[in-house]
């Protein structure tokens, strides 16, 4: 078996330079550590990393975990952590959270036990007290996304989730729409409640009278958002527009209309949320909020680095949506 020794007298170091090159720390000279790296390719010698964090109490690794691995959206999101923690020159270690507090937890127990250096959890289920009791109990620093934490702003990066929906409402009565319906996501999600907190806020705000009748839970899904507007349209419920919590549910919905002989936008004007990819190609193209989520999960890997460095750190501002305004809506029955 070829060990750290046999690397250092190959290439003509000490077996502790050998292990400031594998783990980064200190001051190496670049030929030096050339020579260490060549030395380690042609003896074969590959590190025992497990060890090593074991030893150093570290895994020069930063842990992620998101709610599912599905969908254009955490896609967005994994590979910008990806180019930034391996612009590092650290790990990405990446599980899934499984949409349950309880997977949520143990994915970060999980990476914690791995010795990761510091770990960003996407939450959607995971409460307030739950997440404030696991900063206090684990040894490396957590980033939360997605969760407003009034009790530790430094610690998380979130997104006006309400404000969003209430622009995006907004503007559909802007132009000329007053029955509007809503799908929205998982409605046990703090996500889900914002969005459609939003939504009631702006019908609120222009004397508009909240009819549940004309709202329709999902799951974030293509078919649940077909289906859910199947249930409008069954309920035989009056709208213009329909706001979709996001941009697969709107997708699901376009279907529904179309099926059921609803022209889009004339008869129908549809917004979504996140602006997916497709948004822009589909007919007609689909007006959306985007969402900034490549520069809240670099802003919450900066803020992980400072809290790593023992660095002192201050809240983070929320991130804001923008409206993708695009051909799904067209003036409503009351534009003037």
Same mark, same amino acid.
């Given at each position: 078996?070829?060990?750290?020794?046999?690397?250092?007298?190959?290439?003509?170091?000490?077996?502790?330079?050998?292990?400031?090159?594998?783990?980064?720390?200190?001051?190496?000279?670049?030929?030096?550590?050339?020579?260490?790296?060549?030395?380690?390719?042609?003896?074969?010698?590959?590190?025992?990393?497990?060890? @090593?964090?074991?030893?150093?109490?570290?895994?020069?690794?930063?842990?992620?975990?998101?709610?599912?691995?599905?969908?254009?959206?955490?896609?967005?999101?994994?590979?910008?952590?990806?180019?930034?923690?391996?612009?590092?020159?650290?790990?990405?270690?990446?599980?899934?959270?499984?949409?349950?507090?309880?997977?949520?937890? @143990? %994915?970060?127990?999980?990476?914690?036990?791995?010795?990761?250096?510091?770990?960003?959890?996407?939450?959607?289920?995971?409460?307030?007290?739950?997440?404030?009791?696991?900063?206090?109990?684990?040894?490396?620093?957590?980033?939360?996304?997605?969760?407003?934490?009034?009790?530790?702003?430094?610690?998380?990066?979130?997104?006006?989730?309400?404000?969003?929906?209430?622009?995006?409402?907004?503007?559909?009565? %802007?132009?000329?729409?007053?029955?509007?319906?809503?799908?929205?996501?998982?409605?046990?999600?703090?996500?889900?409640?914002?969005?459609?907190?939003?939504?009631?806020?702006?019908?609120?705000?222009?004397?508009?009278?909240?009819?549940?009748?004309?709202?329709?839970?999902?799951?974030?899904?293509?078919?649940?958002?077909?289906?859910?507007?199947?249930?409008?349209?069954? %309920?035989?419920?009056?709208?213009?527009?329909?706001?979709?919590?996001?941009?697969?549910?709107?997708?699901?919905?376009?279907?529904?209309?179309?099926?059921?002989?609803?022209?889009?936008? @004339?008869?129908?004007?549809?917004?979504?949320?996140?602006?997916?990819?497709?948004?822009?190609?589909?007919?007609?193209?689909?007006?959306?909020?985007?969402?900034?989520?490549?520069?809240?999960?670099?802003?919450?890997?900066?803020?992980?680095?400072?809290?790593?460095?023992?660095?002192?750190?201050?809240?983070?501002?929320?991130?804001?949506?923008?409206?993708?305004?695009?051909?799904?809506?067209?003036?409503?029955?009351?534009?003037?």
């Amino acid at each position: 078996m070829i060990t750290m020794l046999d690397v250092s007298i190959r290439a003509g170091v000490s077996k502790a330079t050998v292990s400031r090159v594998l783990n980064g720390t200190g001051q190496v000279k670049k030929s030096t550590r050339d020579a260490v790296f060549k030395a380690m390719d042609e003896l074969g010698y590959r590190p025992n990393f497990l060890a @090593q964090s074991l030893a150093n109490k570290s895994s020069n690794s930063i842990g992620l975990v998101v709610s599912n691995f599905d969908g254009p959206y955490f896609g967005r999101l994994l590979r910008q952590a990806a180019k930034l923690i391996e612009a590092s020159g650290k790990h990405l270690v990446v599980t899934d959270g499984h949409d349950t507090p309880e997977d949520e937890l @143990q %994915a970060v127990q999980l990476l914690a036990d791995r010795r990761c250096d510091a770990i960003i959890l996407y939450t959607r289920f995971t409460d307030e007290a739950a997440l404030m009791a696991l900063f206090e109990r684990l040894p490396v620093p957590v980033m939360v996304i997605n969760r407003d934490l009034p009790l530790a702003r430094e610690r998380c990066v979130f997104f006006e989730q309400q404000q969003a929906a209430f622009d995006a409402v907004t503007y559909l009565i %802007a132009q000329g729409h007053r029955e509007i319906a809503c799908i929205t996501g998982p409605i046990a999600t703090p996500t889900a409640q914002a969005r459609l907190a939003g939504y009631r806020q702006a019908l609120e705000h222009h004397q508009i009278a909240f009819d549940a009748a004309r709202v329709a839970h999902g799951d974030s899904s293509v078919p649940s958002g077909y289906h859910g507007c199947q249930t409008l349209l069954n %309920a035989r419920v009056d709208f213009s527009a329909l706001f979709a919590s996001n941009d697969d549910m709107a997708i699901g919905a376009m279907k529904a209309l179309c099926q059921a002989g609803k022209r889009l936008p @004339q008869d129908v004007s549809i917004f979504g949320f996140d602006d997916e990819p497709s948004a822009a190609y589909l007919q007609p193209a689909l007006s959306t909020v985007y969402l900034p989520i490549d520069m809240m999960i670099e802003a919450a890997i900066a803020q992980a680095f400072r809290l790593l460095n023992g660095e002192e750190v201050q809240p983070l501002t929320p991130f804001t949506g923008e409206l993708r305004l695009r051909e799904s809506v067209a003036p409503g029955p009351y534009a003037g």
